[in-house]
């Protein structure tokens, strides 16, 4: 059974960094598409970042510029490095993956993505 398996969230200070992990288990083959997504209490999720197994990542408006997401060679970790982190950037940070290869769509709109992890916290006091 595929699983997402998110790690890294903590508790920091604005201005702080964190790097949050996403190990694939459960497939010979590693996802074409792989994505975090936020969602704070009260508000829709939103996608973060993505990285495709062949190409670089996208970021959306509010973080790019400061988070920085890869992937291993091997295509199966996700990776996001959240740097100069804001208040606002509180969330429950999301893991999704995608095996398909969907090239006119959106990779920050959830609907791309079949599988997602459980999700790692990232609180940030001011």
């Known amino acids: 059974q595929v699983r997402l398996v998110e790690s890294g969230g903590g508790s920091v200070q604005a201005g702080d960094s964190l790097t949050l992990s996403c190990a694939v288990w459960?497939?010979?083959?590693?996802?074409?598409?792989m994505a975090w997504f936020r969602q704070a209490p009260r508000k829709e999720r939103e996608g973060v970042a993505a990285?495709?197994?062949?190409?670089?990542?996208t970021y959306a408006d509010s973080v790019e510029g400061r988070f920085n997401a890869s992937r291993t060679n091997a295509q199966t970790t996700l990776y996001l490095q959240l740097n100069s982190l804001k208040p606002e950037d509180a969330a429950m940070y999301y893991c999704?993956?995608?095996?398909?290869?969907?090239?006119?769509?959106?990779?920050?709109?959830?609907?791309?993505?079949?599988?997602w992890g459980q999700g790692t916290q990232v609180t940030v006091s001011s």
């Open positions: 459960g497939s010979t083959y590693s996802p074409y598409s």
């Open positions: 999704a993956a995608d095996w398909s290869v969907r090239s006119t769509w959106s990779r920050l709109q959830s609907s791309y993505y079949d599988y």
């Open positions: 990285v495709d197994s062949d190409g670089g990542p």
